[in-house]
C-alpha cells in the first residue's frame, strides 16, 4: 500500500479534529509533491448520504467546504448522488486531478450503489495512482475497506435505541446484517467507525468478519492514516481497536504506529 490513506471513525467535522485535517493537508502536499504555496485540491464526495435527501447532503457539502477551508485546502464538493451524476465527466475530472479525495458519512451501501461501475469511481483510482490521499470518514471508510456490511433499516433503528437509551451490548442477539463489496483500497480489511459508542465483539464472534481479514474500529474524532509506504499512524482524540479473524484485539492509541495491519504467517 504505497499512497496515502485515513480512514476516520467519525464526527470528523466536529470542533477539535482541526489538527487532525491539518495533519491530513501536509500528507497530501508531501505526497503530491505540492510546494507551501500551493493550495492542496480537496474533493468531497457526500455520496453515502445521498439518500438522506438534498437538504442532508447540501449541508454536508456546506460543512466539509467551511471545515476543510479552514485548515488550508481549496475544496470542491461534488453532489454525485446518482448514476447520471456519478458518470459525468467533469465531475470524474476533478476527482482524477484532486490531491485530497473525502469521502463523506452515511450508508457504505448507497454509496456503492451509486458509484460502482462509474467514472467517478475509476477516477478514484486514478487519483490514487497518481498519488492523491484517499479519506474516508464513518461510511466513507468503511467503504475503502474491501468489504463492509449492509445498514438495514432494523439495524440502524436497533443501534440508534442502544445509543439513546443506554442498553447495553453484552446480551445484543440482533443478527449480524448481509455483507457489501467495497472499493477495496484497504484490502482483507473491515471498517468499524464510531467505535466509541457501538462496538460487538460477540457479533463478530458470530459470524461478521471474514477469514483473513482485520477488522479496522476506529473511535470518532480519529483516524488511522497510512503516509505513503511508511506504516500506519493513529491521529486523533480517541483509539483505534484492530482485531484478526482470531478475535485477538490490539489497542492502538494516539501517536501509535504500526507496520502492518495484517498479523504474520
Not at 8 to 25: T, Y
Not at 120 to 146: D, E, N, P, W
Not at 160 to 168: R, Y
Amino acid at each position: 500500500m504505497s499512497n496515502p490513506i485515513a480512514l476516520i471513525g467519525g464526527e470528523e467535522f466536529a470542533d477539535g479534529f482541526e489538527d487532525v485535517h491539518a495533519s491530513l493537508l501536509e500528507i497530501a502536499r508531501t505526497a503530491r509533491a505540492r510546494k507551501n504555496g500551493h493550495a492542496v485540491k480537496a474533493v468531497f464526495l457526500p455520496t453515502c448520504a445521498a439518500d438522506d435527501g438534498p437538504e442532508t447532503v447540501a449541508y454536508w457539502c456546506d460543512t466539509a467546504r467551511s471545515r476543510l477551508e479552514a485548515v488550508g485546502a481549496h475544496v470542491i464538493t461534488l453532489p454525485i448522488v446518482d448514476e447520471v451524476s456519478a458518470n459525468d465527466p467533469e465531475n470524474a475530472r476533478w476527482i482524477a486531478e484532486a490531491d485530497w479525495i473525502y469521502l463523506g458519512g452515511g450508508y457504505p451501501h448507497v454509496g456503492m450503489r451509486i458509484l460502482s461501475g462509474t467514472r467517478a469511481l475509476q477516477a478514484l483510482y486514478t487519483a490514487r495512482q497518481r498519488g492523491a490521499l484517499i479519506a474516508g470518514a464513518s461510511a466513507g471508510a468503511m467503504m475503502l475497506c474491501s468489504i463492509s456490511w449492509v445498514i438495514t433499516p432494523e439495524l440502524d433503528t436497533a443501534v440508534t435505541e442502544i445509543l439513546t437509551q443506554g442498553k447495553g451490548l453484552s446480551d445484543w442477539d440482533f443478527p449480524f446484517p448481509p455483507l457489501l463489496d467495497c472499493i477495496g483500497i484497504v484490502p482483507q480489511s473491515m471498517c468499524w467507525p464510531h467505535a466509541n459508542q457501538f462496538f460487538s465483539l460477540k457479533w463478530l464472534k458470530n459470524g461478521l468478519l471474514p477469514a483473513r481479514h482485520t477488522l479496522v474500529a476506529v473511535e470518532e474524532q480519529t483516524a488511522l492514516v497510512n503516509t505513503g509506504g511508511n506504516g500506519w499512524q493513529v491521529l486523533g482524540r480517541g483509539k483505534v481497536l484492530l482485531v484478526n479473524d482470531r478475535y485477538q484485539v490490539q489497542e492502538l492509541y494516539s501517536g501509535t504506529r504500526i507496520k502492518s495491519l495484517y498479523p504474520e504467517g
